[in-house]
């Protein structure tokens, strides 16, 4: 199995996250369960207007949208399109949130953040990526308060992957470098949290995959009518991968899960 390093990774994420595809497959929150599972994370987390909330890896910020609009957390994205950031701004001043919403471009491992300034951080389809897992965990428990609220949810992994699931974009796709549930949750414990909830949500995944064979379906018939400028060649390589990794959520190898835990 090929390793890549967080340099290779990083780039890879900046551009294929600004792509116009991941948008168009994922929708407007980049994870599977979308912002369901965040209201349902951040209620297990307990989240509220007196929070100030690390999104590590926010991307576009749907879920920063969210906590800031719907619970009046503050909240702090850090991600790594300089396109994200743009937009995020854009929206949060857009709805009035510019002055609940900060959102600074970078490799959450290694930015300046505050020591010990966050009430509580969110980690969505986002550990599965890091090359180095342990020094990404350690950053954002340094950047909590004691007793702070990590909430996590993310791809797992327990098997061997294919080998059309091994390369940089299936690590950034969050599947290549992904771990099963029990070794998030002890990377998070040896990180210095003390996890309270750790659950694997099946469904989450097998909904998901159903959401992208919908969409593929569109871009098939957009390239067979020349409407989309992908190639029909490529779609059907796409289809490919996404029965495969069909095949490894029923069999169990993939999935989704969630972990909320506090800081000690
Ligand atoms: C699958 S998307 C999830 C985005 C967002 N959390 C959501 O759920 O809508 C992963 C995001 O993490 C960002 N990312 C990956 N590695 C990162 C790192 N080391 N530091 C900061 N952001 C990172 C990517 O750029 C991308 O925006």
Request: aromatic content about 4%.
């Amino acid at each position: 199995m090929t390793t890549f390093d967080t340099a290779e990774i990083n780039a890879c994420c900046a551009d294929a996250y600004s792509h116009p595809a991941a948008r168009f497959l994922l929708g407007e929150s980049l994870h599977p369960g979308g912002l369901d599972l965040t209201a349902d994370l951040a209620h297990r987390m307990r989240l509220s207007e007196d929070d100030h909330v690390l999104d590590a890896g926010c991307g576009p910020g749907a879920t920063a949208i969210y906590l800031a609009e719907e619970l009046g957390c503050r909240v702090t994205g850090v991600t790594l399109e300089a396109g994200a950031v743009t937009e995020l701004d854009h929206r949060a001043e857009e709805r009035g949130l510019a002055d609940r919403i900060t959102v600074i471009r970078g490799d959450i491992s290694d930015i300046d953040l505050p020591q010990a300034g966050f009430d509580a951080a969110v980690a969505e389809c986002v550990v599965s990526i890091f090359a180095r897992k342990a020094e990404a965990l350690a950053r954002i428990h340094d950047a909590l308060k004691p007793g702070a609220r990590l909430g996590l949810t993310d791809v797992t992994v327990s098997g061997p992957l294919p080998e059309a699931l091994q390369g940089i974009f299936a690590v950034a796709g969050c599947v290549g470098n992904a771990v099963s549930l029990e070794q998030y949750a002890s990377l998070v414990e040896d990180a210095g949290f003390v996890v309270t909830e750790c659950a694997p949500l099946p469904d989450i995944a097998r909904d998901f995959l159903k959401g992208i064979r919908k969409k593929m379906m569109f871009a098939e018939i957009g390239a067979k009518l020349g409407k989309i400028p992908v190639s029909v060649e490529s779609v059907k390589m796409a289809k490919g991968v996404l029965k495969e990794t069909e095949e490894l959520v029923n069999s169990g190898t993939l999935g989704y899960g969630m972990i909320v835990a506090e800081r000690r």
